[in-house]
């Protein structure tokens, strides 16, 4: 598929749909795009229908089925798009390639995928200081995501999925910092008993 250059064509690429409940076009939406005139739009639409279609189908899927409805704040980006929310400070990361940046894979040839949720159910019950940490567990022991990055704001969280997972779980929410990777004492086993009281898990 080539990049859509009229607004039928980008009415088309938002109308393909990437798992049961998810459209690409519900990841297109972006504030800096919008505020600055900077089209969304993927350069390479295959392999980020491809990325994105692991990501929702493998992680955002059971996460709604589970909680209910997800909130989406951020989900593709276009290099461009990526690049000037970074150079000016836009919590945009440097080299975002395989994390919002779709549509581009990383240095070893892998492609991937990022979108920022809020949880409503769990920010809902579980807001006081350092209780992001019963969600992250929850999805450590469940999903099979790549990173997670957490926020301190409704809980927000960076959900990745990667052809190579890392399985790495970082928090800017208090307390900062890693709260578990592959090699740290926490990071096997089941973590049941820091989630008590959430949802079953369902598929």
Not at 134 to 153: G, T
Not at 171 to 189: D, F, H, K, V
């Amino acid at each position: 598929m080539k990049r859509p250059t009229s607004m039928r064509g980008l009415e088309d690429l938002g109308r393909v749909r990437l798992s049961e409940n998810f459209f690409l076009r519900d990841f297109l939406h972006s504030e800096i795009g919008s505020l600055y005139g900077i089209p969304n739009i993927p350069d390479d639409p295959d392999l980020a229908i491809a990325a994105g279609s692991r990501l929702c189908a493998e992680l955002l899927e059971p996460l709604q089925a589970t909680f209910g409805r997800l909130h989406l704040r951020s989900g593709y980006r276009s290099h461009a798009l990526n690049n000037y929310g970074n150079a000016h400070d836009l919590n945009c990361a440097r080299d975002d390639a395989t994390g919002h940046v779709w549509d581009r894979r990383d240095a070893d040839g892998c492609m991937g995928a990022t979108a920022c949720v809020v949880v409503p159910w769990v920010w809902d019950r579980h807001h006081e200081t350092g209780e992001w940490q019963k969600l992250a567990w929850w999805i450590h022991d469940h999903l099979p995501y790549a990173s997670l990055q957490f926020f301190p704001k409704l809980w927000a969280v960076n959900i990745s999925w990667h052809e190579r997972p890392k399985r790495l779980i970082s928090s800017y929410a208090a307390p900062r910092g890693i709260l578990t990777r592959e090699g740290m004492a926490n990071w096997a086993g089941s973590h049941a008993g820091l989630y008590a009281g959430f949802p079953s898990f369902k598929a």
